[in-house]
């Protein structure tokens, strides 16, 4: 089956983004695709650039990147609730005149009619949040 | 394609009392987005959530844009089926003459055939 995850809660905060990735990792040994993650609410600090966990902790932000490059799983981030949150990439920095930007590679701004899209065209939207 | 065709609503839960987190204001909003893209839109307001439709209510003292106006926005995006769990409007000392928008009261028993006919299911 072709999934969608939509991730709601921050990193380290709660278990949201850790319960999400240990169940991305169940359905794609099982066979199962995962085509895209959505990022929304606090989830969307998932995707700050900048995240330094402790070298002994699982680097989440890391993980997600790994399942883009191995799977080719899209890591798409709400854009108005990234930007208001400052998560922005290069091009919203420089069209709001900020020094520096704080999207991680790999992952892309988006609008909410991508989650409502992703819920439409798989099999499955599952939802993980605090 | 085999989540939702044109007879499928979209459901929109919502959980939380307004102003105290974004959660409401970002549940609307894919409330909104959903229907902007064509989908039938019913939303769902359960536990605190009821809070949301209580009348009279303004901006805040933090800044907040507030929920209401949203509210009253609704009906311009044809969403008009809004079910409010008559039993969290009793918990909280409300009744339905209390709430801004007519709404559709329902009990708790009809929650899983409600959740059973939408697709997909939205929880905030």
Known sequence: MRYALLVQGAPYSHQAAHSALRFASALIDRGHRLETVFFYHDGIYNAQRLATPPQDEPHLIEAWQRLHHEQGTALLVCVAAALKRGVIDERESQRHGKQGHSLAASFELTGVGQLIEAAMTHDRLVTFSP | ?124
């Open chain 2, 1 to 124: 394609m085999n989540n939702a065709d044109s007879t499928t609503a979209l459901l929109v839960v919502l959980r939380h009392a307004p102003h105290g987190s974004s959660w409401l204001r970002e549940g609307l909003d894919v409330a909104l987005v959903g229907a902007a893209f064509g989908q039938t839109v019913d939303l769902l307001f359960l536990g605190d959530g009821v809070q949301a439709l209580i009348k009279g209510q303004q901006q805040g003292p933090l800044g907040q844009k507030g929920t209401h106006p949203t509210l009253d926005m609704l009906a311009m995006y044809d969403i008009e089926t809004l079910l409010v769990d008559v039993e969290s409007l009793a918990q909280r000392g409300l009744t339905e003459a209390d709430l801004q928008l007519p709404v559709t009261l329902i009990t708790a028993s009809q929650l899983p055939h409600l959740f059973a006919q939408h697709t997909p299911v939205f929880n905030f």
